[in-house]
């Protein structure tokens, strides 16, 4: 094979070769690390190697004239996941009064699939597809293996498409169908459409990665199956060698950095921040205060004269001071206190600690130390929106035993109850007073990534939410928003739409006025049967539509499945997102089914299937892996009778999202989180309503299988 110059392939084996004359001293395999793209891979081209299961990862990396900006998901050991943004240096966006010297942006969706571990014979086998989805520019589906020899893991694989793109054979797949032996043309973006997919001649690439005596260093080298001949947009590169090279050193367990060097011309610059999100222990919690110490009557090892009726019985229990420090302590906000017969009822609901167990943990230590002893069972009922969601109830003997290590956490989840609340004759000991009202400020952010008129568009906000209650299960609830600094004067830009502008007027809701009402509603709740929950609502529902709804969920206690039907009828709002209303209205809604699979590895899958905003109808498709910790890794489309060409550029809605409790980076428990929705294109086609309440996250505590994933933490 022809090279314009060999000198880069030389320095390449000439630095291989001192590399392996060291590999007695370094035994141990490589850790996978960044490719270019973000996937786990070499320089231009991926293995067969997957990350930690867990795993989020923002890389940046630039090779002239692209630079790359990838965010990859790892939500199961076998499947990889990424999507980014490419800024080519060379290309304009558009016009320039719209998009100014704003180099072009192309959006891509790529993942990757185990098909086979390694053996001690045989390599990882992985089968990847990228730039699914979108316009096609970069995209290529490829077939590799790797296989691990002491400090080398050496990947050999096929592609077509860009990363086969020089066309070592023929494809083999023409001989069933000739129309596999050319590789059609790119598509509008967002498009799924198979016509090139599989299709064109096929390239070869491979290459090693060899870990040096010095821990933090990983030198790869690369065979690239791109020749640079036929680049997106006409963007062809001179390439002096297919030999890739690069040292990639290990800053941090956090941080990667890569310098190489590409097409035997072209410097590489590439940086990886990686975090596990799912897998790393929770910040220590230094503002949390310390639980209870069980001072009651079980405090130690029972006595013969503790067998006698004490004198804690004959006194009046202070029940202010019990839901003080069951509120203060615990973060259990009490509503009510009874008594049936030897068990003792709490009714109210965990507002600070995440993990449900370690909340009734510390509410059974202050229960044990300010109630007699012939209380023998501690009942917790959780109610959400004013509704009794579900109770725990926990034996007394038995939690004393495992927090003094005379019984294991086994021997105390055999003896807590996770049921559905039922109705019960009892004697109400305490009620708190009813506060009606509740409010705050907070800074919010807002943003729009990828649009001509400018790469990130952002808005810094002061809001302030208030809530009043009439009754438990009946409150208005309101929202104001101020500008505090954005760079909306770039933002010119209205996405063409042949549907009813129920989404696209994003422009207009977000310049019209510095100050705003995103939402302002009447909202009324209640438990309809033992496992039948409803909600109705009126008022400006969301920041582009007001009008009126309702909920219905049946979610069956400690089922996987649930299944809900929400019917709304709503009319766009002003630009201003004051009181004012357009022209436009629509009736919408939809029938949710929702399905929990697997024991170890909890995936969470829903069809929502109804109107939506333009009239369309339809089905939205939603999967989201989660984890122990709650880390969420979720993706979502949207197909409805809207054809192709109306819907417009994206052909469909779809999307992106994690989320992450933020009781895992503060020093503070809370049962907050982020969350994070990548959604690269804003269109009519396929929208939902944005409602402020839904039932089945409200219903949470239904789930049995967080309760017991994270029950240890109930000595916490």
Same mark, same amino acid.
């Given at each position: 094979?022809?090279?314009?110059?060999?000198?880069?392939?030389?320095?390449?084996?000439?630095?291989?070769?001192?590399?392996?004359?060291?590999?007695?001293?370094?035994?141990?395999?490589?850790?996978?690390?960044?490719?270019?793209?973000?996937?786990?891979?070499?320089?231009?081209?991926?293995?067969?190697?997957?990350?930690?299961?867990?795993?989020?990862?923002?890389?940046?990396?630039?090779?002239?004239?692209?630079?790359?900006?990838?965010?990859?998901?790892?939500?199961?050991?076998?499947?990889?996941?990424?999507?980014?943004?490419?800024?080519?240096?060379?290309?304009?966006?558009?016009?320039?009064?719209?998009?100014?010297?704003?180099?072009?942006?192309?959006?891509?969706?790529?993942?990757?699939?185990?098909?086979?571990?390694?053996?001690?014979?045989?390599?990882?086998?992985?089968?990847?597809?990228?730039?699914?989805?979108?316009?096609?520019?970069?995209?290529?589906?490829?077939?590799?293996?790797?296989?691990?020899?002491?400090?080398?893991?050496?990947?050999?694989? #096929?592609?077509?498409?860009?990363?086969?793109?020089?066309?070592?054979?023929?494809?083999?797949?023409?001989?069933?169908?000739?129309?596999?032996?050319?590789?059609?043309?790119?598509?509008?973006?967002?498009?799924?459409?198979?016509?090139?997919?599989?299709?064109?001649?096929?390239? #070869?690439?491979?290459?090693?990665?060899?870990?040096?005596?010095?821990?933090?260093?990983?030198?790869?080298?690369?065979?690239?199956?791109?020749?640079?001949?036929?680049?997106?947009?006409?963007?062809?590169?001179?390439?002096?060698?297919?030999?890739?090279?690069?040292?990639?050193? +290990?800053?941090?367990?956090?941080?990667?950095?890569? $310098?190489? $060097?590409?097409?035997?011309?072209?410097?590489?610059?590439? #940086?990886?921040?990686?975090?596990?999100?799912?897998?790393?222990?929770?910040?220590?919690?230094?503002?949390?205060?310390?639980?209870?110490?069980?001072?009651?009557?079980?405090?130690?090892?029972? +006595?013969?004269?503790?067998?006698?009726?004490?004198?804690?019985?004959?006194?009046?229990?202070?029940?202010?001071?019990?839901?003080?420090?069951?509120?203060?302590?615990?973060?259990?906000?009490?509503?009510?206190?009874?008594?049936?017969?030897?068990?003792?009822?709490?009714?109210?609901?965990?507002?600070?600690?995440?993990?449900?167990?370690?909340?009734?943990?510390?509410?059974?230590?202050?229960?044990?130390?300010?109630?007699?002893?012939?209380?023998?069972?501690?009942?917790?009922?959780?109610?959400?929106?004013?509704?009794?969601?579900?109770?725990?109830?926990?034996?007394?003997?038995?939690?004393?035993?495992?927090?003094?290590?005379?019984?294991?956490?086994?021997?105390?989840?055999?003896?807590?109850?996770?049921?559905?609340?039922?109705?019960?004759?009892?004697?109400?000991?305490?009620?708190?007073?009813?506060?009606?009202?509740?409010?705050?400020?907070?800074?919010?952010?807002?943003?729009?990534?990828?649009?001509?008129?400018?790469?990130?568009?952002?808005?810094?906000?002061?809001?302030?939410?208030?809530?009043?209650?009439?009754?438990?299960?009946?409150?208005?609830?309101?929202?104001?928003?101020?500008?505090?600094?954005?760079?909306?004067?770039?933002?010119?830009?209205?996405?063409?739409?042949?549907?009813?502008?129920?989404?696209?007027?994003?422009?207009?809701?977000?310049?019209?006025?510095?100050?705003?009402?995103?939402?302002?509603?009447?909202?009324?709740?209640?438990?309809?049967?033992?496992?039948?929950?409803?909600?109705?609502?009126?008022?400006?529902?969301?920041?582009?539509?007001?009008?009126?709804?309702?909920?219905?969920?049946?979610?069956?206690?400690?089922?996987?499945?649930?299944?809900?039907?929400?019917?709304?009828?709503?009319?766009?709002?002003?630009?201003?997102?004051?009181?004012?209303?357009?022209?436009?209205?629509?009736?919408t809604g939809h029938t949710t089914l929702y399905y929990a699979f697997g024991r170890d590895e909890r995936v969470l899958a829903s069809v929502s299937a109804g109107r939506y905003l333009a009239?369309?109808?339809?089905?939205?498709?939603?999967?989201?892996? #989660?984890?122990?910790?709650?880390?969420?890794?979720?993706?979502?489309?949207?197909?409805?009778?809207?054809?192709?060409?109306?819907?417009?550029?994206?052909?469909?809605?779809?999307?992106?999202?994690?989320?992450?409790?933020?009781?895992?980076?503060?020093?503070?428990?809370?049962?907050?989180?982020?969350?994070?929705?990548?959604?690269?294109?804003?269109?009519?086609?396929?929208?939902?309503?944005?409602?402020?309440?839904? $039932?089945?996250?409200?219903?949470?505590?239904?789930?049995?299988?967080?309760?017991?994933?994270?029950?240890?933490?109930?000595?916490?």
């Amino acid at each position: 094979m022809h090279f314009r110059s060999t000198r880069p392939a030389s320095i390449a084996m000439t630095l291989l070769a001192l590399s392996l004359s060291a590999a007695i001293h370094a035994q141990e395999a490589p850790p996978p690390t960044a490719s270019d793209w973000g996937v786990i891979g070499l320089l231009q081209t991926p293995t067969a190697r997957m990350a930690e299961q867990g795993d989020i990862a923002f890389t940046a990396s630039h090779t002239s004239p692209y630079s790359r900006y990838n965010v990859t998901m790892q939500p199961f050991p076998w499947l990889e996941g990424a999507f980014r943004y490419m800024s080519v240096a060379n290309r304009r966006y558009g016009s320039e009064w719209l998009s100014g010297d704003q180099n072009y942006k192309d959006k891509s969706i790529d993942f990757k699939l185990r098909l086979w571990e390694e053996t001690r014979w045989t390599p990882q086998l992985a089968f990847g597809m990228r730039d699914v989805g979108g316009t096609g520019l970069f995209s290529s589906e490829y077939l590799v293996a790797s296989k691990n020899v002491g400090p080398i893991d050496a990947s050999l694989g #096929i592609a077509t498409g860009y990363i086969g793109n020089r066309g070592d054979f023929a494809n083999p797949l023409r001989h069933l169908d000739d129309r596999f032996e050319t590789r059609g043309g790119t598509g509008s973006w967002g498009s799924f459409s198979t016509s090139a997919m599989f299709r064109g001649p096929v390239g #070869i690439f491979g290459g090693i990665s060899y870990q040096t005596p010095w821990e933090p260093l990983l030198l790869k080298v690369e065979y690239d199956g791109n020749d640079y001949k036929r680049e997106p947009q006409r963007n062809n590169q001179r390439q002096d060698s297919p030999i890739n090279v690069a040292a990639v050193y +290990t800053a941090t367990k956090n941080i990667q950095l890569a $310098l190489g $060097l590409e097409r035997g011309n072209t410097a590489l610059f590439a #940086i990886t921040f990686r975090g596990n999100p799912a897998h790393t222990p929770p910040m220590p919690k230094i503002f949390d205060p310390a639980p209870e110490s069980l001072t009651g009557p079980r405090a130690s090892a029972p +006595t013969p004269d503790m067998l006698q009726p004490s004198a804690q019985e004959e006194t009046t229990v202070d029940w202010d001071d019990v839901a003080r420090r069951l509120r203060v302590n615990a973060g259990f906000r009490v509503n009510e206190i009874s008594r049936a017969g030897k068990e003792l009822i709490v009714t109210g609901q965990q507002a600070r600690y995440y993990y449900q167990a370690q909340g009734i943990g510390r509410s059974a230590r202050i229960l044990h130390n300010s109630t007699p002893k012939t209380i023998e069972w501690f009942t917790f009922v959780d109610e959400r929106l004013g509704m009794k969601v579900a109770q725990t109830s926990i034996e007394r003997d038995t939690f004393v035993d495992r927090i003094q290590n005379r019984a294991s956490t086994e021997d105390l989840r055999l003896a807590t109850e996770l049921s559905a609340p039922v109705d019960r004759n009892s004697e109400l000991l305490y009620k708190a007073p009813f506060q009606r009202f509740g409010g705050g400020f907070n800074i919010g952010y807002g943003q729009n990534l990828g649009g001509p008129d400018g790469f990130i568009l952002y808005q810094v906000s002061a809001n302030y939410s208030a809530s009043y209650f009439l009754a438990r299960n009946f409150w208005a609830t309101g929202t104001v928003r101020a500008n505090v600094i954005n760079n909306y004067d770039k933002f010119k830009y209205d996405a063409p739409s042949r549907l009813q502008r129920v989404r696209t007027d994003l422009r207009q809701y977000m310049t019209e006025s510095d100050v705003t009402m995103p939402n302002l509603q009447l909202t009324a709740s209640a438990k309809l049967g033992n496992d039948v929950y409803g909600m109705a609502y009126a008022g400006y529902l969301e920041w582009m539509y007001a009008g009126v709804g309702g909920e219905v969920l049946y979610r069956p206690m400690g089922e996987r499945w649930a299944i809900g039907t929400n019917i709304n009828w709503v009319r766009q709002r002003d630009y201003d997102q004051g009181f004012g209303l357009r022209d436009y209205s629509v009736a919408t809604g939809h029938t949710t089914l929702y399905y929990a699979f697997g024991r170890d590895e909890r995936v969470l899958a829903s069809v929502s299937a109804g109107r939506y905003l333009a009239g369309d109808w339809g089905a939205t498709f939603d999967v989201a892996r #989660i984890f122990d910790n709650g880390v969420t890794m979720g993706a979502y489309f949207t197909k409805t009778n809207v054809s192709s060409r109306e819907f417009g550029e994206g052909s469909f809605d779809k999307g992106i999202y994690f989320s992450i409790p933020f009781d895992s980076v503060l020093p503070r428990s809370t049962r907050g989180s982020a969350n994070i929705l990548w959604q690269p294109l804003t269109r009519d086609g396929g929208a939902m309503l944005g409602r402020k309440y839904a $039932l089945y996250p409200a219903t949470s505590e239904r789930n049995s299988w967080f309760l017991q994933r994270n029950f240890d933490k109930i000595a916490d």
